[in-house]
């Protein structure tokens, strides 16, 4: 378990899979995260079983209470290079703009540049995620690259913004 300020990073278990299942299908939250297709409890089980796969970590993040409040995952892990993506989730929306997200990021980083060694974390955001987008610019994230037209909603076409952060640059922020 990772453990932060407000918040505990814990391995996915196969028992999470029905929490996962109805986040999965939370549309207000999934808007930006390329989620449009209903999915079933089954689609949930293989997605927290992909946590094992060596490219791939999901954790679990737990309030104080240890009671789940969302997802984090490291993806695209490339070890010869030293680099990987991540992406978050915080599903239990009276959380959300309480600090959890910076902290499980905070968390995250941490167990990614230190015990992990990489070199470089990327992430891709909706332009439209202003609040995202600002959480990730105050933990040093800057801007790489704009993504044109790459997502489609509610009749419109949004840019996503390619963004990373280096081993260097996180010295500033934690």
């Given at each position: 378990?990772?453990?932060?300020?407000?918040?505990?990073?814990?391995?996915?278990?196969?028992?999470?899979?029905?929490?996962?299942?109805?986040?999965?299908?939370?549309?207000?939250?999934?808007?930006?995260?390329?989620?449009?297709?209903?999915?079933?409890?089954?689609?949930?089980?293989?997605?927290?079983?992909?946590?094992?796969?060596?490219?791939?970590?999901?954790?679990?993040?737990?309030?104080?209470?240890?009671?789940?409040?969302?997802?984090?995952?490291?993806?695209?892990?490339?070890?010869?290079?030293?680099?990987?993506?991540?992406?978050?989730?915080?599903?239990?929306?009276?959380?959300?703009?309480?600090?959890?997200?910076?902290?499980?990021?905070?968390?995250?980083?941490?167990?990614?540049?230190?015990?992990?060694?990489?070199?470089?974390?990327?992430?891709?955001?909706?332009?439209?995620?202003?609040?995202?987008?600002?959480?990730?610019?105050?933990?040093?994230?800057?801007?790489?690259?704009?993504?044109?037209?790459?997502?489609?909603?509610?009749?419109?076409?949004?840019n996503i913004i390619s963004m990373s952060l280096t081993r260097e640059e996180l010295v500033t922020v934690l």
């Open positions: 378990m990772l453990k932060g300020n407000k918040t505990m990073l814990r391995p996915i278990e196969l028992e999470d899979s029905r929490i996962l299942s109805t986040w999965l299908n939370d549309r207000e939250t999934n808007k930006g995260l390329d989620i449009i297709y209903p999915l079933s409890k089954r689609y949930a089980d293989s997605f927290v079983l992909e946590a094992e796969d060596e490219r791939k970590r999901i954790f679990m993040i737990d309030d104080e209470e240890y009671k789940p409040i969302g997802i984090v995952i490291i993806d695209k892990i490339k070890w010869e290079y030293r680099h990987c993506e991540i992406g978050i989730a915080i599903y239990k929306k009276e959380k959300r703009g309480q600090g959890y997200g910076k902290d499980s990021l905070k968390t995250l980083l941490d167990f990614i540049f230190n015990d992990m060694n990489m070199n470089l974390v990327y992430l891709n955001v909706l332009e439209n995620n202003i609040p995202a987008i600002n959480l990730y610019k105050s933990l040093g994230f800057t801007q790489e690259g704009i993504l044109r037209n790459r997502y489609y909603q509610g009749g419109k076409y949004y």
